[in-house]
């Protein structure tokens, strides 16, 4: 599972561009239902789809957003 810091950082640029989940996974060439998957936190973006996301949301988005630090979870 992801921080929640991620799955702000997809619904908020989602949301700032006007996109709706359909029209973000488009964008990246996935299912809506894995778009709200990401969003929601359940499910991580393979490698490519983090690179790819990064590439979406001009770097609102980093590689490191997807992992939480050990010590933050604890």
Do not use: C
Request: aromatic share 8%; glycine share 4%; charged share 25%.
């Amino acid at each position: 599972m992801t921080s929640q810091t991620i799955t702000y950082k997809l619904r908020n640029w989602r949301r700032q561009h006007g996109l709706s989940q359909a029209a973000a996974a488009q964008r990246m060439n996935v299912a809506r239902r894995t778009w709200h998957q990401w969003e929601r936190g359940t499910v991580i973006p393979r490698a490519e789809h983090i690179r790819a996301l990064m590439n979406l949301t001009a770097g609102a988005v980093a590689a490191d957003d997807f992992f939480v630090d050990r010590q933050e979870a604890a």
